[in-house]
Each structure stands twice: as C-alpha cells, then as structure tokens.
C-alpha cells in the first residue's frame, strides 16, 4: 500500500480532535484571551498544549496497540478507576455540551439572522440540537468523519490567510506590548484556568479519540501501523495549536487596547468574531467567514455529542459487562444528552452571558484533568508491551503535565475561595 492510500485509510481521528479543540477554545477562548489581555496569556496557550500532549497521545497508543480504546484500559487498571472516569464524564457532559451548542447556536444565528425571522434563543437551540441528533442517529461515525474533513479544510484556509494578512497590517490599537508575554493582572490570573481548560480541549476527552480511533480501524478494515496511527494524530495536534496561537493574535491586533468591546451574548459575539476576518480580508467576504466559522462550531458540537455518546456507551457496557446493547443504548444516552444540554442552557439562559456558562464548564474541565491524566498515564506504562512503550521524554513530560495540571487546579479552588 503506497503513502497516500495509508493515509486516505488513517485519516480522520486527528481531524475529529483538532475540529473539537478548535471550536470554543479557539473562536471563542483564544480570542478572547488576545482582546482582553493582548499578548499576556501567550504562555499559559504554550504551555497547556505542550503538557497535555502525552495525554492525548496515549489515547491513539493504547487504540493502535490494543485494537481497543483507553476505556476498556481504565478497567484493567481498577472498578475504581473506570467508575471515576464515567462519575467524571456523567458529572461534566452537560455543561460542557450545553457550552459547546450555546456558542454553536450564537453562529447561526449569526449566520442565517434567525432572530430577524422570528426565532429567539431558545427556538434556534432546539434547532440546532434537532440537527446534531437526527445526523447522529443516520449517519452516526461515517457521516462525522466525512464532514469534519471539508469544514476542517475551509476554517483552516481562511484562518491562515486571515492571520497572515493581520500580521502585515499590525495591530489596530497602539497598546501591545510585545515584550509583555506574562500578565499578572488580578483578571487574568481569574482567567487562566477557562483558557487552559480547553486548552486544545478537555484531558477527558481523550478517551474520544481512542473511540474515533477504534471505530476507524474497524470501518475501514485497516489496522495502521503505530507510526501511521501517532502521525495522523500529531498533524490534527499541531493544526490545532497553531490555530489557537493565531485566534489569539488576531483578537490581540484587532481587538485589544481599542474601542471594540467582546459582547456578552452568544448570538452578537459570534457577529464579533465573524468580524475580526472581515476586517481583514473586506466586506465582502462576510458570507464566507460566516458560513466557515459556523461550519467547524456545528462540526466541533456534532463531534461532543458523538464523543460523549460512544463514551458513555462504552463506559456503561464495561461497567455492566454487557455488549449487546447495539446501537439502541447509544441512540437512548444521545437523547438524554440533547435533553440534558437543553435544560442547562435555558437555566443560563435568563442570564444574558454565556460566557458565564463557557468559563464554568471550561474551569470544570480542568480541575478534573489531572485524575485522567493520571489514569492514562498508568494505563500506558502497566498496559502496554515494550514496542508500543512511548518514550522516556513523553514519559517525562507526562509527570510534569500531571504536575502542572495539579498545581493549577489548587491554584485556581483557592483563587476561588
């Protein structure tokens, strides 16, 4: 088999993770970060990245080695553990999915003027909620892998061109100091732990693409090599966190330190966001960067229901040892999900800030990174022959992530004392 149809045959579960790391933690988290506070949070962006690495990598490991996902490992390695992985998951995918539909929901409404034809808030959710179920129930993996491949391709394209002609224009506000890459500001010091929740997304969130992986092996009947497997991964992860350095240059040159305000309701920040592109590209490509920004938001929320859904799925199988609950379960845990999603975001609703719902959501998530961080990482070293054993320089990056991924959440419960 040549080079190109090995990676026709991998290609995707890289893809899936950079499409659901790019969403709120990029469009809405990355350039919130370089509009409020320019260029100060540069390091706290560097650094989630690098040391939450090992932790997604594990998940793409352990599926090429086992043919299994990292789920099926957190039960060699306890009941324990794999009840704490699905309290964690049960405890935390409302909130998250209700962020991730919230901010979705603010981009088509943006895009398609929904309330200038009479929806408001709540009947664009149940819509946009509608569509991610009735995809996932026909098409379920397939129809995901397939989209996120085109979305991920536009966003992409007009993100680089759009950075890049930013970078030549320079800032429009004259207040960057580009030697000020660590900001000790009360704010963002309040900050740092929802930047760095999502930052490129959820620690948990790693058993997804130990699923995306397993289920890509079995509906292409092609089991890739470790390396094929781990490079297919490591392209969507460096995509991914170059996209959140340049989200935050363009907030930091376009926004920061000028008149323009970052709105409070979904709906007018995703019009703001859109923005940012058209100030740079002209007016006229409006409809593009709309429609693309739209599209890998509605693709990210398709990817956490479909994450969320198989995980549980699994989860539950494993912990009730039992395998023949076909796709039945995993259309009855959706349902639950979209319900669920829908609850909590009415709740947030009456607020008039979504950002209050994405911050939470995001803090939650990284307070909880390090018990799963900690689980792969003993998954991999206890589970794992020799030949799948990654090496001593992962290994060590690994203990300084669970280190930082520690130390942070401390930080944050006594900031938040």
Not at 374 to 401: A, C, D, E, H, T
Request: proline fraction near 3%; charged fraction near 10%; include cysteine.
């Amino acid at each position: 088999m040549n080079r190109l149809q090995s990676l026709k045959k991998t290609l995707g579960p890289g893809i899936l993770f950079a499409s659901t790391a790019i969403g709120v933690s990029h469009l809405v988290q990355s350039t919130k970060a370089g509009a409020l506070f320019g260029f100060g949070l540069l390091w706290a962006v560097l650094i989630a990245n690098i040391l939450k690495y090992p932790f997604f990598e594990y998940g793409s490991r352990y599926a090429n080695a086992t043919g299994k996902s990292i789920i099926d490992g957190y039960l060699k390695l306890s009941k324990w553990a794999l009840w704490c992985y699905f309290l964690i998951t049960i405890g935390s995918m409302f909130f998250v999915c209700a962020a991730v539909a919230k901010v979705t929901t603010g981009f088509m409404q943006n895009l398609f003027q929904l309330q200038k034809i009479g929806f408001n808030n709540i009947e664009s959710t149940i819509l946009i909620l509608s569509i991610c179920g009735i995809l996932l129930v026909i098409g379920k993996f397939k129809v995901l892998d397939q989209l996120i491949k085109v979305i991920g391709l536009v966003l992409l394209f007009s993100t680089v061109i759009a950075f890049i002609l930013c970078i030549f224009k320079g800032p429009v506000g004259n207040g960057i100091n580009f030697s000020e890459y660590f900001s000790l500001k009360k704010e963002a010091l309040f900050f740092i732990i929802p930047l760095m929740g999502w930052m490129p997304t959820a620690v948990d969130l790693s058993t997804w693409n130990s699923l995306w992986t397993v289920e890509k092996i079995q509906s292409t009947k092609y089991h890739p090599s470790l390396k094929e497997t781990l490079s297919e991964f490591n392209f969507g992860y460096i995509i991914s966190g170059l996209l959140s350095i340049m989200f935050m240059t363009m907030g930091a040159f376009l926004i920061f330190k000028t008149e323009n305000k970052l709105p409070a309701e979904s709906h007018l920040f995703a019009n703001q966001v859109v923005n940012l592109y058209t100030k740079v590209f002209g007016s006229w490509s409006y409809i593009i960067i709309a429609c693309s920004t739209f599209s890998i938001m509605f693709g990210t929320c398709i990817a956490v229901f479909d994450g969320y859904s198989r995980s549980v799925k699994k989860t539950f199988e494993l912990v009730t040892l039992k395998y023949n609950y076909g796709t039945r379960l995993y259309n009855i845990i959706l349902l639950l999900l979209l319900s669920g999603t829908f609850v909590i975001i009415c709740k947030y609703e009456y607020s008039g800030n979504f950002g209050i719902l994405v911050n939470f959501a995001t803090a939650l998530s990284f307070i909880v990174a390090p018990v799963i961080a900690i689980f792969n990482y003993l998954v991999i070293k206890k589970q794992l022959p020799n030949k799948f054993q990654p090496p001593k320089w992962l290994k060590l990056l690994s203990l300084l992530g669970i280190f930082y991924l520690i130390s942070f959440s401390i930080i944050y419960i006594i900031l938040n004392l």
